[in-house]
């Protein structure tokens, strides 16, 4: 079945550092990707999607580009902030009527010192 | 206006007991879907409902079970329950007709078991 990989955690970076979480997928057909956001004792927030090959989702300074040659869907941000410390999750649905149920990776943890 | 919304925030149940979880969904949102998440792990899908029935179910037992209103609110109910029943479970909305394929999460309803 579908599934998504994300890099280990946790991932600890200074202030203005440059963030990389790595996210590959096994899938059938063509998938929509996402990254979401998750902040202490809250649910999930997405943070940006893309819906085909080479499309780049980006949002608040995180970039996220659709490779399919790679199977990949890595986030960056070019100067990450201590309001970025939280945990990244990577998914995938299919496409279809509506919304599809979503495969998650196991999500990152990310602190960001000062 | 209100995003999804869940109740309680906090339970707490013992082995063998039942419990019963509520999602009220965003306004304008006719799809509930359910996700169970594990300390540690990315969330799992449990099943979707849309037109007061199930339509889509992941890999969980029958002990899992829901239930939609028809002011498309939602319920999610769990039997005989087992320590590994132990997670935070998320309730996501989202609109059956249009183009996107975004879920809004709700807070969550964290359940531990005794």
């Known amino acids: 079945g579908d599934s998504v990989t994300q890099m280990e955690g946790p991932v600890t970076l200074s202030e203005e550092a440059f963030l990389t979480i790595n996210c590959t997928y096994t899938?059938?057909?063509?998938?929509?990707l996402f990254w979401y956001v998750q902040y202490p004792g809250e649910g999930l927030q997405l943070l940006l999607k893309?819906?085909?090959?080479?499309d780049k989702g980006s949002n608040k300074g995180f970039e996220a580009t659709y490779r399919k040659e790679t199977t990949s869907f890595h986030l960056e941000k070019g100067s990450v902030q201590v309001s970025d410390s939280a945990v990244y999750f990577c998914?995938?649905?299919?496409?279809?009527?509506?919304?599809?149920?979503?495969?998650f990776g196991q999500g990152t943890r990310l602190t960001i010192n000062p | 206006d209100a995003g999804v919304t869940q109740s309680p925030t906090h339970l707490i149940k013992t082995r063998g007991q039942q419990v019963t979880l509520r999602c009220s969904p965003k306004s304008g949102h006719d799809t509930v879907s359910w996700y169970q998440q594990a300390l540690g792990q990315g969330p799992q899908f449990i099943f979707q409902y849309y037109e007061e029935e199930e339509r889509q179910r992941g890999n969980f037992p029958d002990r899992f079970s829901g239930h939609q209103f028809p002011n498309y609110s939602s319920e999610l109910n769990v039997n005989a329950l087992l320590l590994g029943d132990s997670a935070l479970y998320l309730c996501a909305s989202s609109p059956r007709s249009g183009r996107s394929n975004e879920q809004f999460f709700g807070p969550g309803t964290r359940l531990t078991v005794l």
């Open positions: 893309a819906t085909k090959a080479d």
């Open positions: 899938a059938t057909g063509y998938p929509s």
């Open positions: 998914a995938l649905s299919d496409k279809g009527q509506g919304a599809q149920k979503l495969v």
